[in-house]
């Protein structure tokens, strides 16, 4: 009888046994599939934003052979005033004519004359400027096509036949006549870094985008990483532990989850309404994403006090350093690699912000390279969302371009802070 009870026993053990493993194995194949569902994800959406946005880092040029004839562009001498007002436009104008000496209507002319950026007239007036000896010179210079043209150009590497959209066939025998003679090429995209904003897809770059962004984080960082540092280590050091403290460490977990776009709203009634600080500034942006910031600062800086054990500072009070002392020589020393690591994911998070700069006017359409703190300027986020809702077809690759841009400086900063934790981090 004994036997048989011990038996059963062992049974049921066994069977509870197998269950607990099945289940084990289901919810380990829950959190494989979890995971494998969540990479196959990025990899969809890097691989979407890669496929689109590759191809804004080349742009279609034309070779075209340039006189600078002083009659042409009306002027005798080479200094600022008369460069502002010289005709640079003809002179590409002759160039396209003397290549396709064929075109005489007014149309063809006007339909020959779009093969060419907008903008490339400014190019030949900079290379004037820089060289005044070419005025009545004769010189190859290589300029951006036109957007439509650098489509047309860019999809003809994907299908024979190419997506002419607004091109004409007329326009397109130009193309392929200018692509045979090795006078069209797509070169390295030197303009989507080196300009700003601009209506015309060819001549936009990011380069106002990017400094705006820099400046707002610089006073972001100056403003939220001290003031966030001195609240954590009151908070964690000094502070009594009271009703008054508690209401306080409530309220900053609770602002680390308020939506982003309360913070802007903030930033528009006190620092623009009530103070009159400048709309479209990184000043003001700074302000606002310090708001943002803040929270996380503070709870990570905290968390890096906490770990320091209370050893350290038993040991310091021990031989007679004031309480001051033991924190400023002694704890915040070895928490300061944790308090870094807190405020370059805080840093990472205010530069993929858009919602509160929205709400202060960095929405704004900005051409001009910010030099200050006051200069009105855009970030990128905004930048993006702005190109986004731009209707030409060259803006879709530019966009997918930029967030590129965007997640690489992202993903730098995160593996700068795994980095540090990794690099200074003490284990006790």
Not at 27 to 51: K, M, P, Q
Not at 122 to 133: C, I, K, T
Not at 253 to 279: K, Y
Request: glycine share 8%; aromatic share 8%.
């Amino acid at each position: 009888m004994t036997d048989l009870t011990q038996t059963q026993v062992r049974e049921r053990i066994a069977a509870r046994l197998a269950s607990r493993h099945r289940t084990e194995k289901i919810f380990r194949g829950f959190g494989i599939v979890s995971i494998a569902f969540g990479v196959l994800a990025v990899l969809v959406l890097f691989t979407d934003i890669i496929s689109k946005g590759s191809s804004a880092f080349v742009q279609s040029q034309i070779q075209l052979q340039v006189t600078y004839d002083p009659a042409e562009l009306g002027i005798d001498t080479v200094d600022p005033e008369s460069l502002a007002w010289a005709n640079f436009d003809g002179v590409i104008r002759g160039a396209l004519r003397e290549r396709f000496p064929t075109v005489t209507g007014r149309r063809d002319k006007r339909e020959l004359y779009s093969l060419v950026s907008s903008g490339a007239g400014f190019n030949l007036r900079e290379r004037l400027e820089n060289n005044p000896a070419l005025l009545g010179q004769s010189e190859t210079v290589w300029v951006n096509a036109d957007d439509d043209v650098d489509t047309y150009v860019k999809s003809l590497s994907k299908s024979d036949e190419g997506f002419l959209g607004r091109t004409s066939e007329q326009k397109a025998m130009w193309i392929q006549s200018l692509r045979d003679s090795g006078e069209l090429e797509k070169r390295f995209n030197t303009t989507f870094f080196t300009n700003g904003d601009s209506r015309e897809p060819e001549q936009a770059g990011i380069r106002a985008a990017l400094v705006g962004s820099l400046l707002t984080l610089l006073v972001t960082l100056a403003l939220s990483f001290p003031i966030g540092v001195a609240a954590a280590i009151y908070l964690e050091e000094f502070a009594p532990k009271n009703r008054w403290t508690d209401v306080i460490e409530v309220n900053i977990n609770n602002l680390a989850a308020v939506p982003s776009i309360v913070f802007g709203l903030l930033g528009l009634a006190i620092f623009i309404n009530f103070f009159e600080m400048p709309r479209s500034a990184p000043l003001v942006g700074g302000l606002v994403l310090t708001l943002m910031t803040l929270p996380t600062i503070i709870i990570s800086s905290r968390a890096s006090l906490k770990s320091v054990p209370p050893s350290i500072r038993e040991a310091a009070m021990g031989m007679g350093a004031s309480r001051m002392q033991v924190v400023l020589h002694h704890v915040l020393p070895l928490a300061m690699p944790g308090m870094l690591t807190g405020a370059i994911i805080g840093m990472a998070q205010a530069l993929g912000e858009t919602a509160p700069l929205l709400m202060i006017g960095m929405v704004a359409f900005i051409v001009d390279v910010p030099h200050g703190v006051t200069d009105p300027s855009t970030v990128l986020p905004v930048q993006i969302f702005l190109w986004a809702d731009s209707p030409e077809r060259a803006f879709v690759e530019r966009t997918s371009a930029a967030i590129m841009v965007l997640l690489a400086v992202l993903i730098t900063m995160n593996t700068c802070a795994v980095w540090l934790r990794k690099k200074l981090e003490r284990r006790w």
